[in-house]
């Protein structure tokens, strides 16, 4: 196994990752996504999303985050897996489990809250907020085996269900979004919905690739 942040994974140390799932050898690889460099000082990546107050990000990131998850899925012979522990603990034991018996590379991406989150309550509820995560579409659980195609069935599953929670009163408990409403708050509203609407197409394409897989 090869553990790593997001920092290297989507960004400084991405063309080696890519490289390495490209190549089709059996390694697997764990991404704790923080949505920042969490070991340097709290500095934006290419995982932040969008509202999200960083250094570099002080006006909060104007732009959408990467989709690794989608990336190493297009080369169509890696396991990919979401996941988020406190959401949802048999999700991810079931991907950490089949990523390890999967015949190739994979790559599992966890959602990790961090300090750097300031999340109301501090860390002591960083499992909860992986739940709410979840419950508000701000992060999405999956899982692509590519295995199952070769059985003749839907490599692709969708295991978070439909948010039942409000995306932006999800992230103003988090002052690395709060802070953005307080310094400027127009400019909060309009990137926060902005988010929001990105975290709802992101879930209706995850419909869309449970459908496109079952053809």
């Not at 390890?100 to 994979?106: F, H, I, M, T, V």
Request: charged share 25%.
């Amino acid at each position: 196994w090869i553990f790593g942040g997001d920092g290297w994974a989507y960004d400084i140390g991405f063309g080696g990752l890519d490289h390495v799932i490209a190549s089709g050898e059996d390694v697997n690889i764990m991404v704790f996504d923080t949505e920042v460099y969490s070991n340097t000082g709290g500095q934006a990546s290419k995982a932040s999303q969008i509202g999200q107050v960083a250094q570099f990000a002080a006006a909060g990131k104007a732009i959408g985050k990467k989709d690794l998850a989608a990336i190493a899925m297009s080369y169509g012979y890696v396991y990919v897996a979401q996941i988020a522990m406190g959401a949802d603990m048999n999700q991810t034991i079931k991907a950490i489990a089949e990523a390890e018996a999967y015949p190739g590379p994979s790559i599992v991406i966890g959602y990790a809250p961090c300090e750097m989150h300031s999340i109301k309550g501090g860390m002591t509820n960083c499992q909860s907020e992986m739940k709410r995560a979840v419950e508000a579409g701000y992060w999405q659980l999956f899982r692509f085996n590519p295995m199952l195609k070769k059985e003749g069935k839907n490599p692709f599953s969708l295991d978070s269900k439909e948010p039942t929670a409000d995306y932006i009163d999800f992230i103003k408990g988090e002052a690395r979004y709060s802070r953005l409403m307080q310094q400027s708050p127009e400019r909060a509203t309009e990137l926060f919905e902005k988010a929001a609407e990105n975290a709802k197409k992101k879930y209706d394409l995850l419909k869309k690739k449970v459908e496109f897989y079952e053809e």
